[in-house]
């Protein structure tokens, strides 16, 4: 990082924007080509060769979650719900902040191939009634087939690619995304999650674990629909 980047960045953080979007834009404007992160592959959670790598560039992320945002905007209305029910893949981190980036409320899920969680599944998808569904390319057809023809399935891989453009920063006090507690004694219920809860919440954990910026990178075996993946694999990468 040049010093030119180190004091943008150094001014960005300070400036602290409100929502993960709005960080993306900043880093993929800063750090450009630099990577954000590395993906290993796994054939269990991702379907792909195992310890096979894929990384992807601030810029590339943020034109990914662009691609994203721009399809969901022009499918959804603000305030929809959509579920991403993906394998742990670089696209369900394209999946989630674009429909963050799109004002709509995600719906971080898993599959149905993960097994014995058939039925909380349903249970949630029919709490929240989401609009669409995004996915990767291996879990298109299993996933069509387990939802029916009542609700439309994009595998984020087969998005075209979108024009740059502007988007505004969403409202802090809206929310993000919901977030279902486990439903092992009930039935699953969602927690309303704002850009504000999500941004502090992130920050809290890079204090929390002494991340220094440029330093230090965050290694996580998490799935992504968990708490702690999702809070430190997405959330705390950007803040």
């Known amino acids: 990082m040049t010093v030119d980047q180190e004091t943008a960045s150094v001014a960005r953080a300070t400036q602290q924007p409100a929502t993960l979007p709005a960080l993306l834009a ?20 991702a379907g792909e060769p195992d310890g096979v790598s894929r ?33 742990q893949k670089p ?18 899920l898993f599959t149905p191939r993960l097994p014995g969680h058939t039925g909380r599944l349903r249970a ?12 990767t390319r291996v879990d298109q057809h299993a996933l069509t087939e387990f939802l029916g023809p009542y609700l439309g399935v994009v595998a984020v891989e087969d998005i075209p690619a979108a024009p740059s453009r502007d988007w505004p920063e969403a ?26 809860d999500l941004v502090a919440n992130a920050r809290a954990s890079i204090e929390a ?6 330093r230090l ?8 629909f968990h ?13």
């Open 26 to 45: 900043g880093w993929a404007e800063t750090l450009g080509d630099q990577r954000a992160f590395t993906f290993l592959g796994d054939p269990g959670y």
């Open 55 to 87: 990384s992807w560039s601030w810029r590339e992320l943020d034109a990914r979650v662009s691609t994203v945002a721009t399809m969901l905007a022009g499918r959804m209305n603000p305030g929809e719900r959509v579920a991403v029910l993906a394998s």
């Open 91 to 108: 696209e369900y981190l394209a999946g989630f902040l674009g429909a963050l980036r799109a004002g709509v409320i995600a719906v971080p």
């Open 124 to 135: 949630v998808l029919g709490d929240c009634r989401p609009a669409l569904a995004l996915t």
């Open 171 to 196: 409202d802090p006090h809206s929310v993000a995304y919901l977030r279902y507690q486990s439903g092992s004694a009930r039935a699953p219920a969602a927690v309303r999650v704002t850009h504000t």
């Open 209 to 214: 674990h002494a991340v220094v910026d440029g």
């Open 217 to 224: 990178a965050t290694v996580d075996w998490q799935p992504l």
């Open 227 to 239: 708490d702690l993946g999702l809070v430190l694999s997405i959330e705390g990468e950007l803040s």
